[in-house]
């Protein structure tokens, strides 16, 4: 596979790409500290989506893995995870962050957010009145002990982590470099940092 | 508190009940091994509904407890777990069985399924159009191991077991007798049977 252009998503912003089926997409936690809340909606029917329920039910599993795909809300494969070079811990469980969780963490004017990153980004390609589903938080770490209770801890990921994605049909990758530096998902020193992405041909 | 009317939800069945803030329902286990997917909506704002992902954000568990509360996507308190007297599994991650769940199982028929019972039901209301959110699933026990690795497992929930909830605002809280009979969540039998309900007065 031939590198393309390298494109930065700077801190705190998120991108939409238009991904035709098999096509390959490599995604850089260029720092190795950021999460970066992902998305993915069926060009063809914005209803359907991948869907971290659905994908749990059918992959048996809170931890999406190199050589699985990733399944919508149809449960029907929408990604495909070719290679992953990280531990592996990406996060199923959490919601987006939103205004309403950084009112409760006592911010009391606007901070950025996933959610309105997602609903931003939809509004420009002209998709309405869409509920934000359910993540998948690359990098982020979410162990889940035997009581059952989580934990909200830096990533186990180092500088340059990547994973590929192949398209398993066409459809609209949505990715948020999550703002939240207030718990430490984004390192313990809770600064937000840019990620890469590149288009692989085969 | 008296006990008002108990009422019987079928197997294979929903339904649907109009809760005024602070009302209480009590929801039965009748037979023990029942799984019953529950959602519940804003009665004002249909867009607002418990959500368990943003549950699991606010509580830092993936399971709910008595004498907790569970939120919306909007992170509001929309009920109250006033009583369990089971030993609180109840599941927090799998979706909502769905025709796609049955027919990887093999069905090549219609199977019933707590998805289409939450759609017609919302549709019997009015509602259109509604993304199905991801259910709190009443007793489905669902341990997950160090791995990340989830078992579809039978109750650990007994005879008449019940769960009280205190409404946190007037809310519609919609039921379904999970029609499963291929996994064993339902337990090991793979029998469908019904539950009760009751609307308590203090």
Known sequence: MNDNLLIKIPPRKSKSIFLEKNQK??????????????????????KEFM??????????????????FLYTNKRQPILY???????GRHDTLIAACDTYRYKM?????????CTDNLMN?????????????????LWM???VNIDGEVTFSP???????????????????IMSVCPM??????????IIKEIHYQLLSD
């Not at 869907?51 to 699985?68: C, D, Q, Y």
């Not at 980004?121 to 938080?137: A, H, Q, V, Y």
């Open 25 to 46: 997409i490599k995604i850089i936690n260029t720092h190795g500290t950021q999460v970066v809340d992902t998305w993915c909606f069926n060009q063809a029917d914005i």
């Open 51 to 68: 869907s971290m329920e659905h994908n749990r039910a059918v992959t048996s599993s809170i931890f999406p893995k190199e050589g699985e």
């Open 81 to 87: 995870i070719l290679k992953d070079s990280s531990p």
């Open 105 to 113: 963490l006592g911010c009391e004017e606007y901070h950025d957010n």
């Open 121 to 137: 980004t939809l509004d420009n390609l002209g998709f309405k009145s869409i509920e934000c589903p359910s993540p998948l938080n």
């Open 141 to 143: 770490n979410i162990p």
């Open 155 to 173: 990533p186990l990921s180092t500088k340059n982590d990547y994973i590929i994605f192949e398209a398993k049909m066409d459809c609209i990758l």
């Open 181 to 190: 530096d207030i718990v430490p998902i984004n390192g313990e020193e809770c």
